[in-house]
T-cell receptor, first 115, second 111 residues
Framework: ETGVTQTPRHLVMGMTNKKSLKCEQH?????MYWYKQSAKKPLELMFV???????ENNSVPSRFSPECPNSSHLFLHLHTLQPEDSALYLC??????????????FGPGTRLTVL | GQQLNQSPQSMFIQEGEDVSMNCTSS?????WLWYKQDPGEGPVLLIA?????ELTSNGRLTAQFGITRKDSFLNISASIPSDVGIYFC???????????FGKGTHLIIQP
């Protein structure tokens, strides 16, 4: 138990569906992240939020829409995804963005399958 | 962008053997982190390194932050079956750089 929870753990959706992934951290951290993990590829950073403000968007397609209502919660809204978007989506949090405070703690991930 | 080369890609070892894996970078990093990921789970932080030359242990695990700041290694002594998994290194440069992850080392232990 890392203090970061994600729901759902598994999700199967069609290309026309709209769904949302949820992440919650119980660590009192200020920064939250979304990563995509595909087979045989390094973890790909998607979005970074610090104090609820988006600080990084790594050229992610607009069919992925993040939302951070407060420092403890992070959502990833999904719309008209493609089969190649099937992957493990990981949420992480850190106390801050620099130095020793940027050590990131990961949730268990949501295994997404797009049909 | 920054890239990390993590090796080996996979290891097949006997239970009880020692394990060594490493990461190298083409640029200088200020932070090195080592994570382990079990199937169906997210990465779990094993060891964090923040100073060049730093050597840190966590049980049977030992990791070092290379003097050149461009590499790090992780050693596991006397491996046991629960050590099976994928080990990732991650590094962070200066300024506003985020973490860069290696591709992982898949550790398989044969009883």
């Amino acid at each position: 138990e890392t203090g970061v929870t994600q729901t759902p753990r598994h999700l199967v959706m069609g290309m026309t569906n709209k769904k949302s992934l949820k992440c919650e951290q119980h660590l009192g951290h200020n920064a939250m992240y979304w990563y995509k993990q595909s087979a045989k590829k390094p973890l790909e950073l998607m979005f970074v939020y610090n104090f609820k403000e988006q600080t990084e968007n790594n050229s992610v397609p607009s069919r992925f829409s993040p939302e951070c209502p407060n420092s403890s919660h992070l959502f990833l809204h999904l719309h008209t995804l493609q089969p190649e978007d099937s992957a493990l989506y990981l949420c992480a949090s850190s106390q801050g963005l620099a130095g020793v405070t940027d050590t990131q703690y990961f949730g268990p991930g949501t295994r997404l399958t797009v049909l | 962008g920054q890239q990390l080369n993590q090796s080996p890609q996979s290891m097949f070892i006997q239970e009880g053997e020692d394990v060594s894996m490493n990461c190298t970078s083409s640029s200088i990093f200020n932070t090195w982190l080592w994570y382990k990921q079990d199937p169906g789970e997210g990465p779990v932080l094993l060891i964090a390194l923040y100073k060049a030359g730093e050597l840190t242990s966590n049980g049977r695990l030992t990791a070092q932050f290379g003097i050149t700041r461009k590499d790090s290694f992780l050693n596991i002594s006397a491996s046991i079956p629960s050590d099976v998994g994928i080990y990732f290194c991650a590094g962070r440069g200066g300024g506003a750089d985020g973490l860069t992850f290696g591709k992982g080392t898949h550790l398989i232990i044969q009883p």
